[in-house]
């Protein structure tokens, strides 16, 4: 249970409820981020992010680099791709169309593979001909959308990409998967994972972390050009990361000791249990509450179950209630959901945040509360179901 101040309880699809020892970690006192007791920590940190991305593979590379989440797309786009390079993003929504935007930003050629309709995704054969058609550099895919709920394959896209365009690199931008969703690094040959602090590994916003892979370092390494960026460049932040995991102070930019002592309880916590436990309750608390919402009558915006996420849901609106009169009665029972932000049906449906300690704490009832304040807000707002 939570010792915090009484407060709406924020179940939108991050920033996320946070933990009382992750916040407290933030109040630790002011420590040189070159002393040997933050040094330790953040070696430790680095090391965690191993096991949570399930790699052991030694030529992997995690880096935690202060920024949004938006900061792995840069450093993905910045150092990976040359200017001119082909790449082929896979948009599930807002947030796909924002990595295949970053890219143009740096001088990528960017052909943008989206599905049908809202709600769906890129199907295998359609990606297969574009890969038959063009060599790519660089295949991108947003796992989870977190404009439509709508869940990505991994394996299945990396075996894809590995039969047909062997050299093409694969990235996940999982920022609203990581710690949720099941990612297997290495056994899904993935090249790069980009992630965020705020959302299922349930740390504050203001961390950039992601992992890539061997074969994208040397990708890096191979470039005819020096990248188009300075903050972002894997020239200034590879020695770092290294030589703090190896517990040896390094500068390149100050990082904030505080966010890196919550990230390090965060992942300690998520670590003190089997992942697959942890994916395994994402997965239940999920299913229970899309049979909710089936059960009120309402659709999702990721049309096919399997194609919905874990860590959120995106549910369409009755017709006759409009989310600005659903959302504040939600708020007056003291549960914050988020509006749509997909431009073709954002006033038309709602996204409901279930990730961390919202699901893993079941004494925290935050579920429940939420189901309830929308059953309750819609019979308000005049709905039967
Ligand atoms: C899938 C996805 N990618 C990227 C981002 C951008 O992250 P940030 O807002 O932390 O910059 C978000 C933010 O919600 C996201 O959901």
């Not at 001088?107 to 309709?117: I, Q, S």
């Not at 062997?166 to 297997?184: F, K, R």
């Not at 972390?209 to 903050?231: L, V």
């Not at 860590?311 to 009755?318: H, V």
Request: charged share 20%.
């Amino acid at each position: 249970m939570s010792s915090q101040p009484e407060h709406p309880t924020l179940l939108i699809p991050g920033p996320i409820e946070f933990d009382d020892d992750v916040l407290q970690s933030m109040s630790h006192y002011s420590e040189s981020h070159v002393g040997p007791g933050f040094v330790a920590t953040f070696g430790d940190t680095i090391s965690m992010l191993r096991k949570l991305f399930q790699t052991t593979d030694p030529s992997a590379q995690p880096f935690v680099i202060s920024g949004s989440g938006t900061l792995g797309w840069d450093i993905v786009a910045a150092n990976l791709v040359e200017a001119g390079e082909d790449v082929l993003v896979l948009s599930t929504g807002y947030f796909g169309d924002g990595f295949a935007d970053c890219f143009e930003a740096y001088g990528a050629k960017v052909t943008k593979l989206t599905p049908d309709a809202v709600g769906g995704r890129p199907q295998l054969p359609q990606i297969e001909e574009a890969l038959k058609a063009k060599k790519y550099k660089m295949v991108t895919v947003t796992h989870v959308d977190t404009s439509t709920g709508v869940l990505s394959e991994l394996k299945n896209l990396s075996e894809l990409v590995k039969r047909v365009s062997p050299e093409t690199l694969l990235v996940v931008d999982g920022v609203c998967s990581v710690a949720c969703e099941e990612i297997q690094f290495d056994a899904w040959k993935l090249d790069g994972v980009v992630t965020a602090s705020q959302k299922a590994i349930g740390c504050p916003a203001g961390l950039s972390i992601s992992m890539f892979s061997g074969k994208a370092i040397e990708a890096y390494k191979a470039r005819k050009t020096p990248p188009a960026t300075y903050f972002a460049s894997f020239k200034n932040w590879m020695p770092i990361m290294q030589n703090y995991e190896a517990k040896k102070p390094s500068y390149f930019a100050t990082p904030s000791p505080q966010l890196i002592h919550a990230l390090h309880t965060a992942l300690t916590q998520i670590l003190a249990k089997p992942l697959s436990e942890r994916f395994s309750t994402h997965r239940e608390a999920s299913d229970r509450i899309k049979k909710a919402v089936a059960d009120l009558g309402l659709k999702q915006v990721a049309s096919k179950p399997e194609d919905q996420a874990h860590g959120m849901t995106a549910i369409y609106l009755p017709e006759s209630v409009k989310a600005t009169d659903l959302l504040p009665k939600l708020a007056k029972a003291g549960v914050v959901w988020a509006g749509g932000i997909h431009k073709e049906i954002a006033p038309k449906y709602v996204r409901f945040g279930h990730m961390g300690v919202s699901v893993t704490d079941p004494a925290r009832k935050d579920i429940e509360k939420a189901l309830n304040a929308l059953s309750n807000g819609l019979t308000e707002c005049g709905y039967k179901a």
